[in-house]
């Protein structure tokens, strides 16, 4: 199971850190990936991590404000998510790739396991 937390409510401008906790299989032992889904779009990547942190991805539009992180002792990823802006606000998931690869994949099809979903709301 993955269990996704650390959402909540915070102003524009302000910072949160999502935590994802892992049981099982379902800690990957390559890429670990967060996504978001605002209301009436699609679910998208936001940022992605392999199993050593040395390769690490984010979309365009958190480039510079976000950074993916992972403690494998801890069987936890994490997400500090600085700079917010409204538009990031949607529903945060956590999501475990379990295929051996070295490039990360970005689409949803790729990852097999996926925690619940924590909100972030970010007012202006």
């Known amino acids: 199971q993955l269990q996704a937390s650390g959402g909540g409510l915070v102003q524009a401008g302000g910072s949160l850190r999502l935590s994802c906790a892992a049981s099982?299989?379902?800690?990957?032992?390559?890429?670990m990936g967060w996504f978001r889904q605002a209301p009436g779009k699609e679910r998208e990547i936001v940022a992605a991590i392999n199993w050593t942190g040395s390769r690490k991805y984010y979309s365009d539009s958190t480039k510079g404000r976000f950074t993916v992180s992972r403690d494998n002792t801890k069987k936890t990823v994490y997400l500090q998510m600085n700079s917010l802006k409204p538009e990031d606000t949607a529903v945060y998931y956590c999501a475990s790739d379990t295929a051996v690869r070295t490039l990360v994949r970005t689409d949803t099809g790729a990852y097999d396991y996926w925690g619940q979903g924590t909100l972030v709301t970010v007012s202006s």
């Open positions: 099982g299989r379902t800690f990957s032992s390559y890429y």
